[in-house]
T-cell receptor, first 114, second 115 residues
Framework: NAGVMQNPRHLVRRRGQEARLRCSPM?????VYWYRQLPEEGLKFMVY????????ESGMPKERFSAEFPKEGPSILRIQQVVRGDSAAYFC????????????FGQGTRLTVV | DQQVKQNSPSLSVQEGRISILNCDYT??????FLWYKKYPAEGPTFLIS?????DKNEDGRFTVFLNKSAKHLSLHIVPSQPGDSAVYFC??????????????FGQGTILTVHP
């Protein structure tokens, strides 16, 4: 049973470009969380999704950021018109029940905006 | 506003001795606390948790203590092993451990265990 897969592991974007981060949950997991870790800080909650539904997006910046978890395929975190301040490690976690104590984290995507 | 704080950025311990990692929180609504371990280039791995109705939870070499009145929790690792060297994050939830809960993380403490 493969773990939570995130790709790409490293992503470099120029200011103004779009970044797409993918998260394939573990088999049987229909709940996904996205977190962001800025340099020298802890992880910060961004969004919680179930299949085809956004349950809680209270941690998402209001502009440029969006997330989806379609019926088929991975969850996508999309950042439009990236700025230098978006440079961070983005982690997703998946859970079979939604309980965070049963969630497993992926290895993360390190986004660098140049 | 940092609601979960780990005031020690790093801790160095000799193999076989006790490691004590500390965490303070400010939000009285937090009712469930977790510790995660993270190696470089990997995602966090859940280690141990504690509900606010308890003051201690033990799992092998790992014990978490919760002092609600002081809004303080600590993770004890006994005996410490070189493989324990990692970043340790404290996290808190206000939705309990049995329902979904977004987590608020501390900044992390780098633990180094010397052979």
């Amino acid at each position: 049973n493969a773990g939570v897969m995130q790709n790409p592991r490293h992503l470099v974007r120029r200011r103004g470009q779009e970044a797409r981060l993918r998260c394939s949950p573990m088999k049987g997991h229909s709940h996904v969380y996205w977190y962001r870790q800025l340099p020298e800080e802890g992880l910060k909650f961004m969004v919680y999704l179930q299949k085809e539904n956004i349950i809680d997006e209270s941690g998402m910046p209001k502009e440029r950021f969006s997330a989806e978890f379609p019926k088929e395929g991975p969850s996508i975190l999309r950042i439009q018109q990236v700025v230098r301040g978006d440079s961070a490690a983005y982690f997703c976690a998946s859970s079979p029940t939604g309980r965070i104590t049963e969630a497993f984290f992926g290895q993360g995507t390190r986004l660098t905006v140049v | 506003d940092q609601q979960v704080k780990q005031n020690s950025p790093s801790l160095s311990v000799q193999e076989g001795r006790i490691s004590i990692l500390n965490c303070d929180y400010t939000n009285s609504m937090f009712d469930y606390f977790l510790w995660y371990k993270k190696y470089p280039a990997e995602g966090p791995t859940f280690l141990i948790s504690i509900s606010s109705i308890k003051d201690k939870n033990e799992d092998g070499r790992f014990t978490v203590f919760l002092n609600k009145s002081a809004k303080h929790l600590s993770l004890h690792i006994v005996p410490s092993q070189p493989g324990d060297s990692a970043v340790y994050f404290c996290a808190a939830s206000d939705a309990g451990g049995t329902s979904y809960g977004k987590l608020t993380f501390g900044q992390g403490t780098i633990l180094t265990v010397h052979p």
